[in-house]
Protein backbone atom coordinates (compact mmCIF):
# COMPACT_ATOMS: atom_id res chain seq x y z
CA UNK A 1 0.00 0.00 0.00
CA UNK A 2 2.57 2.45 0.73
CA UNK A 3 4.44 1.78 -2.69
CA UNK A 4 1.44 2.60 -4.33
CA UNK A 5 0.92 5.48 -2.60
CA UNK A 6 4.24 6.71 -3.03
CA UNK A 7 3.55 5.65 -7.14
CA UNK A 8 0.39 8.12 -6.58
CA UNK A 9 2.23 10.60 -4.95
CA UNK A 10 4.91 10.93 -8.15
CA UNK A 11 2.48 10.86 -10.42
CA UNK A 12 0.02 13.69 -9.04
CA UNK A 13 3.56 15.67 -8.78
CA UNK A 14 4.00 15.25 -12.10
CA UNK A 15 0.45 16.31 -13.26
CA UNK A 16 0.76 19.61 -11.58
CA UNK A 17 3.86 19.99 -13.37
CA UNK A 18 2.37 19.46 -15.97
CA UNK A 19 -0.21 22.19 -14.92
CA UNK A 20 2.63 24.59 -13.95
CA UNK A 21 4.05 24.20 -17.87
CA UNK A 22 0.23 25.11 -19.03
CA UNK A 23 0.27 28.34 -17.03
CA UNK A 24 3.78 29.04 -18.01
CA UNK A 25 2.94 28.97 -21.91
CA UNK A 26 -0.49 30.30 -21.77
CA UNK A 27 1.05 33.72 -20.09
CA UNK A 28 3.56 33.65 -22.53
CA UNK A 29 6.22 33.24 -20.58
CA UNK A 30 7.76 30.16 -22.05
CA UNK A 31 7.42 30.28 -25.86
CA UNK A 32 7.48 27.36 -27.82
CA UNK A 33 9.71 25.27 -25.97
CA UNK A 34 11.58 27.48 -23.78
CA UNK A 35 11.22 27.38 -19.99
CA UNK A 36 12.35 24.52 -17.58
CA UNK A 37 10.66 23.14 -14.13
CA UNK A 38 11.94 20.71 -11.68
CA UNK A 39 10.60 19.23 -8.13
CA UNK A 40 13.18 17.34 -5.59
CA UNK A 41 11.19 14.33 -5.09
CA UNK A 42 14.04 12.94 -2.75
CA UNK A 43 17.63 13.94 -1.66
CA UNK A 44 19.16 12.67 -5.09
CA UNK A 45 16.38 12.28 -6.94
CA UNK A 46 15.03 15.57 -9.22
CA UNK A 47 11.68 14.89 -11.39
CA UNK A 48 12.14 18.05 -14.20
CA UNK A 49 10.86 18.84 -17.73
CA UNK A 50 12.21 17.41 -20.74
CA UNK A 51 14.39 19.72 -23.36
CA UNK A 52 12.53 20.84 -26.70
CA UNK A 53 8.99 20.04 -25.22
CA UNK A 54 6.75 22.92 -25.24
CA UNK A 55 5.55 23.47 -21.67
CA UNK A 56 1.99 23.78 -22.37
CA UNK A 57 1.34 20.33 -24.18
CA UNK A 58 3.88 18.01 -21.67
CA UNK A 59 2.53 15.02 -20.81
CA UNK A 60 3.27 13.06 -16.96
CA UNK A 61 4.65 10.39 -18.64
CA UNK A 62 7.04 13.32 -20.49
CA UNK A 63 8.61 14.20 -17.44
CA UNK A 64 12.91 12.79 -16.40
CA UNK A 65 14.18 12.19 -13.25
CA UNK A 66 17.67 13.25 -12.87
CA UNK A 67 20.02 12.81 -10.01
CA UNK A 68 21.98 15.59 -8.18
CA UNK A 69 24.64 15.64 -10.53
CA UNK A 70 22.03 16.11 -13.80
CA UNK A 71 22.64 12.11 -14.81
CA UNK A 72 19.47 11.00 -16.04
CA UNK A 73 18.32 8.31 -14.59
CA UNK A 74 14.59 7.47 -15.86
CA UNK A 75 12.63 9.35 -18.59
CA UNK A 76 11.44 8.49 -22.24
CA UNK A 77 12.53 11.91 -23.34
CA UNK A 78 15.67 13.76 -23.05
CA UNK A 79 16.28 15.97 -19.48
CA UNK A 80 16.09 19.75 -20.04
CA UNK A 81 19.33 21.03 -20.90
CA UNK A 82 19.11 23.71 -18.24
CA UNK A 83 18.59 21.16 -15.08
CA UNK A 84 21.85 22.34 -13.57
CA UNK A 85 20.96 25.93 -12.72
CA UNK A 86 17.92 24.11 -10.65
CA UNK A 87 20.12 21.44 -9.22
CA UNK A 88 22.51 23.95 -8.00
CA UNK A 89 20.13 26.60 -6.46
CA UNK A 90 19.04 22.85 -4.47
CA UNK A 91 22.37 22.44 -2.92
CA UNK A 92 22.71 25.52 -1.52
CA UNK A 93 19.02 25.85 -0.25
CA UNK A 94 18.13 22.49 1.07
CA UNK A 95 15.06 24.23 1.88
CA UNK A 96 13.78 24.69 -2.01
CA UNK A 97 11.91 21.27 -3.49
CA UNK A 98 10.99 23.08 -6.77
CA UNK A 99 12.61 25.78 -9.12
CA UNK A 100 10.86 27.42 -12.15
CA UNK A 101 12.56 29.38 -14.89
CA UNK A 102 11.35 30.60 -17.93
CA UNK A 103 10.91 33.84 -19.99
CA UNK A 104 8.60 36.12 -18.68
CA UNK A 105 8.70 38.95 -20.91
CA UNK A 106 8.26 41.97 -18.74
CA UNK A 107 10.32 40.78 -16.28
CA UNK A 108 13.32 39.44 -18.69
CA UNK A 109 12.71 43.21 -20.56
CA UNK A 110 14.72 44.24 -17.09
CA UNK A 111 17.43 41.11 -17.78
CA UNK A 112 18.17 42.55 -21.02
CA UNK A 113 18.34 46.44 -20.07
CA UNK A 114 20.57 45.31 -16.49
CA UNK A 115 17.91 47.41 -14.86
CA UNK A 116 17.88 46.30 -11.19
CA UNK A 117 14.43 46.04 -9.89
CA UNK A 118 12.94 48.93 -7.86
CA UNK A 119 11.81 48.64 -4.11
CA UNK A 120 10.20 50.64 -2.08
CA UNK A 121 7.09 51.42 -4.98
CA UNK A 122 4.22 48.32 -4.06
CA UNK A 123 3.32 46.77 -0.72
CA UNK A 124 2.73 43.55 -2.15
CA UNK A 125 5.74 43.12 -4.17
CA UNK A 126 7.81 43.98 -0.86
CA UNK A 127 6.15 41.53 1.03
CA UNK A 128 5.79 38.16 -1.22
CA UNK A 129 9.20 38.70 -3.21
CA UNK A 130 11.14 41.59 -1.19
CA UNK A 131 14.98 42.34 -3.19
CA UNK A 132 15.30 40.42 -6.68
CA UNK A 133 18.98 40.01 -7.62
CA UNK A 134 20.65 40.09 -11.28
CA UNK A 135 23.32 37.82 -12.08
CA UNK A 136 25.88 38.52 -14.74
CA UNK A 137 25.35 36.96 -18.35
CA UNK A 138 26.89 33.50 -19.33
CA UNK A 139 25.89 30.76 -21.92
CA UNK A 140 23.28 28.85 -20.71
CA UNK A 141 23.64 25.52 -20.17
CA UNK A 142 26.49 24.70 -18.43
CA UNK A 143 27.55 24.46 -15.15
CA UNK A 144 29.43 28.28 -15.51
CA UNK A 145 25.92 29.70 -16.20
CA UNK A 146 24.79 27.67 -13.09
CA UNK A 147 27.04 29.06 -10.71
CA UNK A 148 26.13 32.52 -11.66
CA UNK A 149 23.37 32.23 -9.07
CA UNK A 150 25.30 31.17 -6.53
CA UNK A 151 26.50 34.46 -4.43
CA UNK A 152 22.42 35.33 -4.47
CA UNK A 153 20.67 32.22 -4.03
CA UNK A 154 20.75 32.49 -0.32
CA UNK A 155 19.28 35.66 -0.01
CA UNK A 156 16.12 35.34 -2.35
CA UNK A 157 13.99 33.11 -4.04
CA UNK A 158 13.70 35.51 -7.07
CA UNK A 159 16.51 36.06 -9.93
CA UNK A 160 16.81 37.79 -12.89
CA UNK A 161 19.34 36.07 -15.28
CA UNK A 162 21.08 38.76 -17.48
CA UNK A 163 20.07 38.28 -21.21
CA UNK A 164 18.09 35.69 -20.28
CA UNK A 165 15.13 35.22 -18.12
CA UNK A 166 13.98 34.65 -14.63
CA UNK A 167 14.52 31.95 -12.40
CA UNK A 168 12.10 31.46 -9.09
CA UNK A 169 12.54 29.00 -6.18
CA UNK A 170 9.85 27.84 -3.75
CA UNK A 171 8.69 25.30 -1.05
CA UNK A 172 6.29 23.56 -4.21
CA UNK A 173 5.97 23.63 -7.34
CA UNK A 174 2.94 26.25 -7.18
CA UNK A 175 5.02 28.50 -4.58
CA UNK A 176 8.41 29.03 -7.09
CA UNK A 177 5.12 29.72 -10.15
CA UNK A 178 3.69 32.06 -8.18
CA UNK A 179 6.40 34.22 -7.87
CA UNK A 180 6.87 33.96 -11.30
CA UNK A 181 4.20 35.66 -12.06
CA UNK A 182 4.35 37.92 -9.00
CA UNK A 183 8.07 39.24 -10.74
CA UNK A 184 6.20 39.74 -14.35
CA UNK A 185 3.21 41.52 -13.08
CA UNK A 186 5.65 43.77 -10.71
CA UNK A 187 7.72 44.43 -14.04
CA UNK A 188 4.70 45.13 -16.18
CA UNK A 189 3.15 47.68 -13.78
CA UNK A 190 6.60 49.20 -13.54
CA UNK A 191 6.72 49.73 -17.45
CA UNK A 192 3.20 51.02 -17.47
CA UNK A 193 3.68 53.38 -15.09
CA UNK A 194 6.84 54.85 -16.37
CA UNK A 195 4.75 55.18 -19.54
CA UNK A 196 2.03 57.23 -17.68
CA UNK A 197 4.86 59.44 -15.87
CA UNK A 198 6.55 59.11 -13.16
CA UNK A 199 7.15 56.52 -11.06
CA UNK A 200 6.63 57.39 -6.85
CA UNK A 201 7.95 55.71 -4.05
CA UNK A 202 7.34 55.31 -0.08
CA UNK A 203 10.06 56.19 2.56
CA UNK A 204 12.29 53.08 3.54
CA UNK A 205 10.35 53.34 7.08
CA UNK A 206 7.21 52.18 5.46
CA UNK A 207 9.87 49.77 3.69
CA UNK A 208 10.71 48.81 7.34
CA UNK A 209 7.31 47.79 8.49
CA UNK A 210 6.05 45.74 5.68
CA UNK A 211 9.37 43.36 6.30
CA UNK A 212 8.84 43.26 10.15
CA UNK A 213 5.29 41.81 8.83
CA UNK A 214 7.21 39.11 7.11
CA UNK A 215 8.02 36.74 9.77
CA UNK A 216 4.54 36.59 11.05
CA UNK A 217 3.36 35.66 7.47
CA UNK A 218 5.68 32.81 7.32
CA UNK A 219 8.30 34.41 4.85
CA UNK A 220 12.00 34.75 5.36
CA UNK A 221 13.54 37.88 4.22
CA UNK A 222 17.81 38.36 4.26
CA UNK A 223 17.06 42.20 5.13
CA UNK A 224 15.98 41.38 8.70
CA UNK A 225 19.08 39.06 9.41
CA UNK A 226 21.37 41.59 8.16
CA UNK A 227 19.40 44.68 10.46
CA UNK A 228 17.35 46.79 8.83
CA UNK A 229 18.52 49.78 11.41
CA UNK A 230 20.25 53.02 8.96
CA UNK A 231 19.32 51.05 6.29
CA UNK A 232 19.01 52.61 2.62
CA UNK A 233 16.27 50.51 1.98
CA UNK A 234 14.61 51.79 -1.05
CA UNK A 235 17.77 53.49 -2.46
CA UNK A 236 20.47 50.37 -3.25
CA UNK A 237 20.13 46.72 -3.36
CA UNK A 238 21.88 44.45 -0.72
CA UNK A 239 23.18 42.77 -3.49
CA UNK A 240 25.27 45.67 -4.58
CA UNK A 241 28.05 45.11 -2.71
CA UNK A 242 29.58 42.09 -1.47
CA UNK A 243 27.85 39.62 -3.85
CA UNK A 244 30.08 39.52 -7.13
CA UNK A 245 31.80 41.72 -9.24
CA UNK A 246 28.49 42.06 -11.71
CA UNK A 247 26.36 45.67 -10.49
CA UNK A 248 23.67 46.73 -12.39
CA UNK A 249 23.15 50.63 -11.67
CA UNK A 250 19.41 52.12 -12.20
CA UNK A 251 19.06 53.95 -16.05
CA UNK A 252 15.49 53.82 -16.58
CA UNK A 253 13.69 53.74 -12.51
CA UNK A 254 16.10 56.24 -10.17
CA UNK A 255 14.83 56.12 -6.10
CA UNK A 256 12.90 59.06 -5.60
CA UNK A 257 15.69 60.25 -3.17
CA UNK A 258 18.13 60.76 -6.20
CA UNK A 259 15.72 62.49 -8.50
CA UNK A 260 17.48 65.94 -7.30
CA UNK A 261 20.53 64.81 -8.21
CA UNK A 262 19.09 64.03 -11.44
CA UNK A 263 17.26 67.96 -11.84
CA UNK A 264 20.47 69.48 -10.43
CA UNK A 265 22.80 67.67 -12.92
CA UNK A 266 20.46 68.06 -15.77
CA UNK A 267 20.05 71.92 -15.06
CA UNK A 268 24.28 72.22 -14.99
CA UNK A 269 24.44 70.94 -18.46
CA UNK A 270 22.10 72.70 -19.44
CA UNK A 271 23.98 75.81 -17.67
CA UNK A 272 27.37 74.66 -19.46
CA UNK A 273 26.19 74.88 -22.79
CA UNK A 274 24.60 78.10 -22.35
CA UNK A 275 20.88 77.49 -21.94
CA UNK A 276 20.77 75.96 -25.31
CA UNK A 277 18.91 72.53 -26.12
CA UNK A 278 21.03 69.94 -27.40
CA UNK A 279 21.82 69.81 -31.26
CA UNK A 280 22.14 66.42 -32.49
CA UNK A 281 22.63 63.04 -31.56
CA UNK A 282 26.35 62.82 -29.48
CA UNK A 283 24.71 66.37 -27.53
CA UNK A 284 21.80 64.23 -26.05
CA UNK A 285 24.11 60.78 -25.73
CA UNK A 286 27.07 63.30 -23.33
CA UNK A 287 24.17 65.09 -21.56
CA UNK A 288 22.64 61.55 -20.88
CA UNK A 289 26.19 60.10 -19.87
CA UNK A 290 26.99 63.42 -17.68
CA UNK A 291 23.52 63.36 -15.65
CA UNK A 292 24.17 59.44 -15.27
CA UNK A 293 27.65 59.32 -13.83
CA UNK A 294 26.62 62.34 -11.79
CA UNK A 295 23.55 60.42 -10.07
CA UNK A 296 25.78 56.83 -9.97
CA UNK A 297 28.06 59.12 -8.12
CA UNK A 298 25.72 60.58 -5.77
CA UNK A 299 24.14 56.84 -5.33
CA UNK A 300 27.52 55.18 -4.85
CA UNK A 301 28.61 58.02 -1.93
CA UNK A 302 25.04 57.30 -0.19
CA UNK A 303 26.10 53.49 0.09
CA UNK A 304 29.15 53.95 1.55
CA UNK A 305 27.81 56.14 4.20
Request: hydrophobic letters at 35%.
Amino acid sequence: MAGNDLVMSEWKLREEMCEVGRRLYAKGFAAANDGNISYRLAEDRVLCSPTRVSKGFMKPDDLCIVDMDGKQVSGKRKRSSEILLHLTIMKHRPDVKSCVHCHPPHATAFAVAHEPIPKCTMPEFEVFLGEVAITPYETPGGQAFADTVIPYVKDTDTIILANHGTITAGSDLMDAYFKTEIIDAYCRILILAKQIGRVNYYSDEKAAELIRLKPNLGIRDARLEKGLENCDLCGNSMFREGYSEFKPEPRAFIPEKFQQQVEEAAHACACSSNGHAPQNGNDIESLVKTITDQVMHAMNGSLKK
